[in-house]
């Protein structure tokens, strides 16, 4: 038992008075009785003894009258040790996609905030954090309304970064009782280990559980075929539920094109293919009808054609070259022209340009093709076996590279699977391959990234995106490497890489590059809408295109347009990431260093325990009271 005013006790001192008035009026001249009235005697004595008893218990009760007095005017009660310490509460409110899961006919966010709001106090000051909101310093009274309307969010905390978040929010009082409370679902790609070193933390775990396991979602669509006038499509979906089959519908804006039904195997995927005519861009989106999560029911594409990408080839004399064959009438615009017809004012028209097998590069060329790398454009340099060395590194100073001596047969044995030339060209990386030889070569010391590289480890082909090297020839004897299997993923890649077209969505999360073909005047820029939402996304002009890089933005899903001076361009679609629509949960139990809840009921009820203080004065004024009766009993009743 404490006290709120202990200082008040040392009235209790003051009773000693009575205590020495008592003892003093008992100590009193005995009186002795004559004969006559020895038979009195027995009758006063009795009274006597009566009259002394009554007065001890007179004592007693007021003694215990003021004592119960002076204690509830000190105020005692019962709490615990934290009861009077500061406490500073931060709330980590998960709204992620799979808190789109039903618990008794309510999301899990709903019911999560619903319990929030009924069981926590409305009026002391907390800090609240989501995905993608903070509430710093207020009151669940104050953010009522922010909570209730609270949307899901296509990003998830890590555990790290929940700790991070709550430690920039907590105060920098060591004293303060610090309270970490996360709810959460806990799907099993969060789980990782949770490590707190932060003094004075309690970190309290609850766990929102949907009543039933269910879920069906599109995972991705892809070109399976396209023939130029019509596209086929395929999309994968997935399903967490034993369930024959579901409806799904596919639109071009609001317009339905066609209705099937997926049909899940014995894995729980499905495969649904549909053809669609290119001659009209398509603003295309999937759905399906699932009880489960619905961010993961909709699925959005764009087609459009492509932009025809601008080949140009300079050669010594004019030929049927093997790049012919690749850079085709369908996806290429290739120019060839000698050096001696080389039309300048063409430069700047193309995506990239191939440099094949000149003996030397006039410096006029060397500088139109610096001007044309630096404004975005490709190059690609295949040297001539007899080309003039020392003209050759005056134009390759630009990109930090220099051919030396020339050395003689070599396999080609080493593929940099890694390089982004090759990025989804191989299944798998191969050792069997192949392999072309090389009779002749220059030995090149460049800052280049390898991408085929000689059996001794000297470079076939340095680069990167805006820029290639050979360091042979490819033609005559010098070089099987064009009738390789290499040859054509080697040059196509470099020119499809040239004009970074859309694909048929992006991922929202992950950095993606688009360009658009299109010249911009000064000072204008691209912007991305959807309905009343608009964002400028990072852009980079060049010459003849402009590159646009999406990071942060958009955060909604959707088909969005492209416009320039409220001119549609072509239409970009945005897809969620799929990772929250596999409903698999962590297991808490192999967490330290946190305290689960089964609800946010009990919890906060928990707290609260840890805050009361029962406050005894009352009881001890009734205690003062019932003696203060009993004293008037005795004085009544008691002879």
């Known amino acids: 038992m404490q006290f709120k005013n202990p200082e008040i006790l040392w009235a209790l001192l003051l009773l000693i008075i009575p205590i020495l008035i008592h003892l003093l009026q008992l100590r009193r001249f005995k009186k002795t009785a004559f004969t006559n009235v020895r038979m009195l005697q027995k009758v006063v004595s009795e009274s006597r003894k009566s009259r002394s008893l009554k007065k001890w218990l007179l004592l007693a009760t007021r003694l215990l009258l003021f004592a119960f007095l002076i ?90 970064e929940i700790q991070l978040k709550a430690q920039s929010l907590y105060n920098n009082d060591e004293n303060t009782v610090k309270n970490l409370i996360v709810i959460s679902d806990f799907q099993q790609h969060q789980n990782q280990k949770w490590t707190d070193s932060v003094q004075n933390k309690n970190t309290y775990f609850v766990k929102m559980q949907p009543n039933k396991m269910a879920n069906s979602a599109i995972d991705s669509v892809y070109t399976a075929e396209n023939t130029g006038e019509t596209i086929t499509l395929s999309a994968t979906l997935s399903t967490i539920n034993a369930t024959d089959n579901i409806p799904v519908a596919i639109y071009n804006g609001e317009k339905l094109i066609s209705k099937t039904s997926a049909v899940f195997d014995e894995t729980n995927s499905a495969k649904i293919a549909f053809t669609i005519n290119t001659n009209d861009p398509v603003k295309g989106k999937i759905v399906i009808e699932d009880n489960g999560l619905d961010y993961d029911n909709t699925f959005y594409f764009s087609i459009h054609k492509r932009e025809k990408i601008n080949v140009l080839l300079i050669a010594e004399k004019e030929e049927n070259t093997f790049l012919s064959r690749i850079y085709t009438d369908e996806e290429f615009n290739l120019t060839k022209s000698t050096i001696a017809n080389l039309n300048y004012s063409d430069l700047e028209k193309q995506n990239i340009i191939v440099i094949n097998e000149l003996i030397e590069i006039p410096i006029t060329l060397q500088q139109a093709l610096n001007s044309f790398s630096s404004t975005g454009g490709t190059l690609v340099l295949i040297p001539n076996d007899q080309g003039k060395t020392q003209n050759y590194n005056a134009f390759l100073k630009t990109f930090g590279s220099t051919f030396s001596s020339k050395k003689s047969s070599q396999e080609i044995t080493t593929i940099s699977f890694d390089h982004p030339l090759y990025e989804h060209v191989f299944d798998r990386k191969v050792s069997n391959f192949q392999y072309p030889t090389v009779t002749n070569y220059f030995s090149l010391e460049s800052g280049l990234p390898n991408i085929l590289s000689y059996a001794d480890g000297a470079p076939f082909l340095v680069g990167r995106k805006g820029v290639y090297l050979f360091t042979s020839a490819l033609s005559g004897s010098y070089s099987n490497f064009k009738n390789s299997p290499l040859v054509v993923p080697t040059f196509y890649k470099m020119g499809v890489e040239s004009l970074k077209q859309d694909e048929l969505y992006t991922t929202i999360g992950t950095t993606n590059t688009t360009d658009i073909a299109v010249e911009l005047s000064k000072d204008e820029v691209l912007k991305i809408t959807k309905e009343d939402y608009e964002f400028i996304p990072l852009q980079q002009p060049f010459l003849n295109k402009v590159s646009l890089t999406f990071i942060d933005n958009p955060r909604e899903d959707g088909n969005y347009l492209i416009t320039s001076k409220n001119k549609i361009l072509k239409s970009i679609s945005f897809n969620y990431p799929r990772k929250e629509s596999n409903l698999v949960y962590a297991n808490l139990d192999e967490l330290t260093n946190i305290i689960q809840e089964d609800s946010l009921t009990d919890l906060f009820q928990d707290l609260e325990k840890d805050n009361r203080v029962n406050e005894l004065w009352k009881w001890f004024v009734i205690l003062a009271l019932l003696f203060a009766l009993i004293e008037i009993g005795i004085q009544k009743y008691m002879k």
Not at 142 to 153: A, E, G, M, V
Request: proline share 4%; aromatic share 12%.
């Open 71 to 160: 204690m509830a005017f000190a105020q005692p009660y019962f709490a615990k040790s934290t009861a009077f310490v500061t406490k500073d509460t931060v709330i980590y409110l998960d709204n992620s996609f799979s808190m789109q899961a039903k618990k008794e006919s309510v999301t899990l966010l709903e019911s999560a905030v619903q319990d929030l709001l009924k069981s926590a106090p409305n009026d002391k000051n907390i800090h609240l954090f989501t995905n993608n909101a903070n509430f710093d310093n207020t009151t669940l009274k104050d953010i009522r309304n922010n909570l209730l309307s609270l949307p899901f969010s296509g990003n998830q905390l890590t555990f790290p």
